[in-house]
């Protein structure tokens, strides 16, 4: 069948002529008894999820959703969907958005998608999502969040694990205690007042930021600046492709640092009470070593090795086209 340019547009009009607005204005309420061992596993899609401590013996589980939808096409009204039930020790909360089936286009207007859970801080929490972001604080057993694009916040989490991956998003840790396992995509990570048995972070394309935090740090970044202030473990462990590392570290004795760069510049500033071995090369860049407590200093045009303290510990930084910068802080 051939179509006219003219019955093409009668065609158009008789879709537009079915297309609305919808607003979907939903809200759902659930209470479980909270049981030892038990586990809130939550699928949020697009929505919003905030976690609150309580110190009753219940989960509560609200879930709002009012949007606005309008679609040019034939097919289905969107609505929202929500199963909530207890399987074993697991709560079981999944979000649907039915769709405009068959629709050209379809416009969202998200006035409010939230998932707000009011549980005993031992509960553990595995989090799942699309597009949303996680808000998670005063927790006291181990956390997973796994999203795609949106921001997650952890704060006065402890716990002996916490697993965070973000496709796109940020992930800001606060007052944190346990270990740490974070990948990332396209998105920033900032550390604050955090001290973990094992940190281990591995990132695409994002900056790494700490402040006052201590433990194993093992961090990996094919793109993005790593900037560390008052650290105070003893163990840190860097590779990164493009970017540089700043260190800074705080009241620490003997360390194990070791840096491993092919495109960026190392700055590294320590106190009196730091103790390494120290060993620095470079292919193309700037080597400069300074402190009271630096003795045995040996530097040559792509190479520098030293003693720092009592030489207890080591510190190896390797950087291909990159400055190296050693200095005691005074």
């Known amino acids: 069948m051939r179509f006219t340019a003219a019955s093409l547009c009668v065609l158009f009009a008789l879709v537009v002529v079915q297309a609305g607005a919808v607003t979907v204005d939903r809200e759902f309420q659930e209470t479980f008894d909270a049981l030892e061992g038990d586990v809130i596993s939550c699928r949020y899609g697009d929505g919003d999820v905030v976690v609150i401590p309580w110190d009753q013996e219940t989960i509560d589980v609200n879930v709002r959703y009012h949007v606005d939808v309008r679609g040019f096409g034939i097919g289905e009204e969107p609505d929202f969907e929500i199963d909530m039930e207890r399987v074993d020790n697991e709560i079981v909360i999944v979000g649907r958005e039915t769709s405009v089936k068959a629709a050209i286009v379809r416009i969202r207007n998200v006035h409010e998608y939230r998932y707000t859970i009011h549980a005993p801080p031992v509960v553990a929490l595995e ?8 808000t998670i604080d005063g927790w006291r057993s181990s956390v997973s969040v796994l999203a795609d694009d949106g921001d997650v916040t952890v704060t006065d989490v402890e716990t002996d694990r916490v697993r965070v991956s973000v496709e796109d998003g940020d992930i800001e840790l606060s007052d944190t205690i346990g270990e740490l396992r974070v990948s990332g995509d396209d998105g920033d990570v900032v550390l604050t007042n955090c001290a973990f048995p094992l940190a281990q ?6 900056d790494v930021a700490a402040s006052g935090c201590d433990g194993r740090l093992e961090i990996s970044v094919d793109d993005g ?9 003893e163990s840190i462990e860097i590779r990164g492709e493009d970017g540089d590392v700043r260190i800074e570290y705080g009241d620490v004795g003997a360390v194990d640092l070791d840096v491993t760069l092919d495109d960026g ?6 106190g009196a009470g730091l103790s390494a071995t120290l060993l620095v090369t470079t292919e193309d860049g700037r080597l400069s070593v300074a402190g009271d407590e630096v003795t045995d200093l040996r530097v040559e045009e792509e190479r520098a090795e030293a003693v720092v303290g009592g030489g207890e510990g080591r510190m190896r930084l390797r950087t291909a086209d990159g400055s190296v910068t050693i200095r005691q802080r005074r």
Do not use: P
């Open 265 to 270: 510049d190392v700055d590294v500033l320590f």
């Open 225 to 233: 600046d790593i900037a560390l202030f008052g650290v105070t473990g």
């Open 201 to 206: 972070l591995k990132l695409a394309d994002g």
């Open 127 to 134: 989090l799942s999502g699309d597009d949303g972001d996680v």
